[in-house]
């Protein structure tokens, strides 16, 4: 069974600065894609970032970045520059079909002005 | 407005009575999942549809859950009978194919409440 642990609850950051938040997974599957969404307050959840396993490059979206580990089963999130708009719960994902898709339990992150 | 819609956006219910719940997902999609978010947890996998066929039902939490899909389109969650534990936020997403790597568009979900 695939599991996907998010073991910061919650996390906060000055504006400005830089955060990561930590994201584990359990497979034994050799390729599948991992995902960070965001959900702000208002609650729809929006894709922030996504990484195919076989890729070693790390993907990066503008101020965000990931650290994909495969061999350690890690895949964290670098917030650069935080703003007060990145404040939402973040959720790590993680599928090898497409079919289902399984989520850890969120980092709630606070960017502090 | 082309995003993921749910209907309706809170719902009150009592104990033992049968709700049903709405997703519009985007036009064209083929893909459509429903989750259930409860306080402090992470998003549970319900069940996904590809076109109106559900290939997998194992991620019902029990018989009183199920779930439905017209015309590749709408789709309808029922919960009969329900039960307190069954308060969440119930997620809706949609997209443009059941490949691994294609982005999942959320509806704003709908909140329901058993009392």
């Known amino acids: 069974a695939q599991t996907v642990t998010q073991s910061q609850p919650e996390m906060s950051v000055q504006e400005a600065e830089t955060v990561t938040l930590s994201c584990t997974y359990d497979?034994?599957?050799?390729?599948?894609?991992l995902f960070w969404y965001k959900q702000p307050p208002s609650r729809q959840m929006i894709l922030v970032i996504r990484q195919e396993a076989y890729k070693q490059q790390n993907a990066t979206e503008n101020r965000f970045s990931v650290n994909f580990q495969k061999a350690a089963k890690s895949f964290s999130l670098k917030i650069s520059d935080s703003q007060l708009g990145d404040t939402a719960m973040y959720f790590c994902?993680?599928?090898?079909?497409?079919?289902?898709?399984?989520f850890g339990t969120g980092t709630s992150l606070t960017v502090i002005p | 407005g082309a995003g993921v819609s749910q209907s309706p956006s809170n719902k009150v219910t009592e104990k033992g009575k049968d709700v049903e719940l709405r997703c519009d997902p985007i036009s064209g999609h083929t893909a459509l999942y429903w989750y259930r978010q409860s306080l402090g947890q992470g998003l549970e996998f319900l069940i996904y549809f590809q076109g109106n066929s559900a290939p997998d039902k194992s991620g019902l939490p029990s018989d009183r859950f199920s779930a439905e899909r017209t015309g590749g389109s709408v789709s309808t969650l029922t919960i009969q009978r329900t039960q307190q534990e069954d308060s969440a936020v119930y997620l809706c997403?949609?997209?443009?194919?059941?490949?691994?790597?294609?982005?999942?568009?959320f509806g704003p979900g709908t909140r329901l409440t058993v009392l």
């Open positions: 997403a949609s997209s443009s194919d059941r490949e691994m790597h294609n982005e999942q568009f």
């Open positions: 994902a993680f599928t090898n079909t497409g079919n289902q898709f399984y």
């Open positions: 497979t034994s599957e050799s390729n599948y894609y």
